[in-house]
T-cell receptor, first 115, second 114 residues
Framework: GAGVSQTPSNKVTEKGKYVELRCDPI?????LYWYRQSLGQGPEFLIY????????DSGLPNDRFFAVRPEGSVSTLKIQRTERGDSAVYLC?????????????FGPGTRLLVL | AQSVAQPEDQVNVAEGNPLTVKCTYS??????LFWYVQYPNRGLQFLLK??????LVKGSYGFEAEFNKSQTSFHLKKPSALVSDSALYFC????????????FGAGTILRVKS
């Protein structure tokens, strides 16, 4: 079956602009995660959805970052007033949810470059 | 705080030789441990995980890992390396009582030379 998909694959924007990054999880997966991977580092957790609600948003760096999952499937990560430090690869993952230790399956990521 | 350490930035091994990529963790409670592999311009691919039970876990592509509670380690191993195994490897731990988020190590580059 299809894996996690993310669009766009690359996004170049200017400092101060607004961007939206989309994630389409594996069909039937109730849990969805956003991570950010900076160059030379491991992914860092941003936010976790169980269904439509954000179960844990403790990783969002500040109030410029926001994410939604209105119908419990597709999620959008929104970044306002982008800064050069926001440049990174944004990874989305999904899992079946419910049980502990469920495997998270990752999408290919969106590479964001803020000029 | 929960953390994962991958002490080697890079591991070099000859094709056909055994390989080990090291991972140690620091977490309160029983850890759930994962290994992922990342190829250039690709997302992370799941290799294997330890939840409970047998300390030796077998995963995809001939990889295995051994959970060692006393040494707080979860090293990734393969008996015979392939050139195609060359990639970036990440160890991760699920945070107990912290939802389902994963904490990742910084990654280890594996280079297998023919």
């Amino acid at each position: 079956g299809a894996g996690v998909s993310q669009t766009p694959s690359n996004k170049v924007t200017e400092k101060g602009k607004y961007v939206e990054l989309r994630c389409d999880p594996i069909s039937g997966h109730t849990a969805l995660y956003w991570y950010r991977q900076s160059l030379g580092q491991g992914p860092e957790f941003l936010i976790y959805f169980q269904g439509t609600g954000a179960a844990d948003d403790s990783g969002l760096p500040n109030d410029r970052f926001f994410a939604v999952r209105p119908e419990g499937s597709v999620s959008t990560l929104k970044i306002q007033r982008t800064e050069r430090g926001d440049s990174a690869v944004y990874l989305c993952a999904s899992s079946r949810g419910g049980a502990r230790g469920e495997t998270q399956y990752f999408g290919p990521g969106t590479r964001l470059l803020v000029l | 705080a929960q953390s994962v350490a991958q002490p080697e930035d890079q591991v070099n091994v000859a094709e056909g030789n055994p390989l080990t990529v090291k991972c140690t963790y620091s977490v309160s409670g029983n850890p759930y441990l994962f290994w992922y592999v990342q190829y250039p311009n690709r997302g992370l691919q799941f290799l294997l995980k330890y939840i409970t039970g047998d300390n030796l876990v077998k995963g995809s592509y001939g990889f295995e890992a051994e959970f060692n509670k006393s040494q707080t380690s979860f090293h990734l191993k393969k008996p015979s390396a392939l050139v195609s195994d060359s990639a970036l490897y990440f160890c991760a731990v699920r945070v107990p009582h912290g939802g389902d988020k994963l904490v990742f190590g910084a990654g280890t580059i594996l280079r297998v030379k023919s």
